[in-house]
């Protein structure tokens, strides 16, 4: 591993495309708030340094171990408290490589009600959730009962690829930082449809086996 400050470009430019995805396709909250990492290997990864990811650069990441040790960067205190949100996850799922933290308006209103979003949109599991996303009940940003919160419900749902943060947010984490962006703007879409079609009767369940047919119809369009 190269400890110079412009290590892993590459990666770097990932995230950067990530933040600026999440922007593009309209999926941020007013205040631009969200957290972004990447792995590098099995110990490490790149997180943003600050709050705020609203024209991230390449430089506005730090290289950090996943147990929270600095090693390249300066996180910015108030990422500091989110550092083990990212690191634990990492650990927990090693398949994982691309974790995103936002304040997504209709995903937080399903975090501020406590409420599961059920998977009824078909690009729900076109973007890998084939299952609904668990509520992790609210505690302290990266405090150990937060944290713990969301490794249990890794562990009930082992199949999510995102988690509600209870009255705080959403955390989602897939193989890649941009496929957790894909994923992410995704479930943005069925959290504001889900509260569109209540006032229509209410969202139908997707049919049983929809996971196959999806697959077979990607694979059949490649
Ligand atoms: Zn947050």
């Known amino acids: 591993m190269t400890d110079t400050h412009s290590s892993h470009q590459d990666l770097r430019a990932s995230v950067v495309e990530a933040a600026r995805t999440l922007f593009a396709n309209g999926v941020m909250s007013h205040t631009g708030h ?55 996850v990492y650990r927990a799922k090693p398949d994982v490589g691309g974790i995103i933290h936002t304040h997504s308006p209709a995903l937080l209103a399903f975090a501020l009600a406590n409420r599961p979003l059920r998977c009824t949109y078909e690009a729900m599991v076109r973007f890998g959730q ?21 490794l249990d419900a890794i562990a009930e749902h082992p199949r999510t690829e995102a988690v509600l943060l209870g009255n705080h947010g959403v955390l989602v984490f897939t193989d890649t930082v941009m496929r957790a962006a894909l994923l992410l703007s995704a479930l943005e ?34």
């Not at 509520?135 to 302290?140: C, F, M, N, S, Y």
């Not at 449809?193 to 369009?221: H, I, K, S, T």
């Open 34 to 88: 969200a957290n972004l990492s990447a792995r590098v290997d099995a110990s490490t990864m790149l997180l943003t340094t600050g709050g705020q990811v609203r024209d991230l650069a390449p430089s506005g990441l730090a290289l950090v171990g996943t147990d929270g040790t600095a090693l390249e960067g300066q996180l910015d205190p108030v990422n500091a408290e989110i550092v083990h949100m990212h690191g634990e």
């Open 130 to 150: 084939d299952s609904e996303v668990p509520v992790v009940p609210w505690a302290p940003r990266g405090s150990e009962r937060s944290v713990g919160g969301i």
């Open 189 to 222: 879409e069925a959290a504001e449809a889900e509260m569109a079609a209540e006032g229509l009767g209410g969202a139908r369940e997707l049919p049983a086996g929809v996971l196959a047919d999806v697959r077979a119809a990607m694979a059949a369009a490649k």
